[in-house]
């Protein structure tokens, strides 16, 4: 019996998803619940972390405490298998960008600056980027084409971008809640790009679009660059 998608059909078409991927870099609150909603929709995933599971990952992020002090993506691909049916990648190891050459879109489900820009300058041409934030009560996600990333290293470049402190924990920022709620926006936000996207970037055209999702008072607003 296959998978009925009825109810998403005025969202994605399975159909256009045969043969793409989606890079998901690191496995924290956004990267380990966005795969597995994006395994929900028969979406391939691949997954980069060089982390553990810990006690504070397992009140958000998709893991249990039966899994503490494994590789993260290892217990991932294993829960995603039970409760999705479904195989992903995995790397486990920090992010090189040969790992994702081939993904056609690259999620970057991070805290730290210094690997967000590294990413933006590696990416491939026919890449696109999905770029998350965790902003408390707002979530931000900026969506970036390959050849607009001078200006976003332009825009995002500052005098304390390498000081940030690369392990601050994302339970400072935001709660699961937030978390979850973002990561339903990742999955509705590929969806768009595979179905409604290509042609603008074939033509490149500069369509750069920001979201921001207050779940304080549940509205997503969404802005032109």
Not at 55 to 66: D, H
Not at 137 to 166: G, H, M, P
Request: hydrophobic fraction near 40%; include cysteine.
């Amino acid at each position: 019996m296959e998978r009925d998608f009825s109810r998403w059909m005025d969202l994605f078409c399975p159909s256009l998803f045969k043969d793409k991927k989606v890079g998901i870099i690191w496995a924290g609150w956004i990267g380990s619940n966005s795969a597995y909603a994006l395994s929900k929709m028969w979406i391939h995933c691949k997954v980069c972390d060089f982390d553990e599971v810990d006690t504070v990952n397992t009140s958000s992020q998709f893991y249990s405490m039966t899994q503490l002090w494994k590789p993260k993506v290892e217990m991932l691909k294993e829960n995603i298998l039970n409760m999705a049916d479904e195989q992903i990648e995995i790397i486990n190891d920090k992010y090189k960008p040969e790992y994702f050459d081939d993904c056609q879109v690259l999620v970057l489900a991070l805290d730290s600056l210094e690997v967000r820009k590294q990413v933006i300058e590696t990416c491939k041409n026919e890449q696109f980027i999905l770029d998350t934030r965790m902003l408390g009560k707002v979530s931000q996600i900026n969506t970036l084409y390959w050849f607009q990333r001078k200006t976003w290293l332009e825009k995002e470049r500052d005098e304390n971008a390498d000081k940030d402190n690369e392990w601050t924990r994302c339970t400072e920022k935001a709660i699961a809640f937030w978390a979850l709620g973002m990561a339903s926006l990742v999955g509705a936000l590929v969806s768009d790009f595979f179905n409604n996207q290509v042609k603008p970037i074939a033509e490149r055209k500069e369509i750069k679009y920001q979201y921001l999702l207050d779940l304080d008072n549940f509205k997503l607003y969404t802005f032109n660059s």
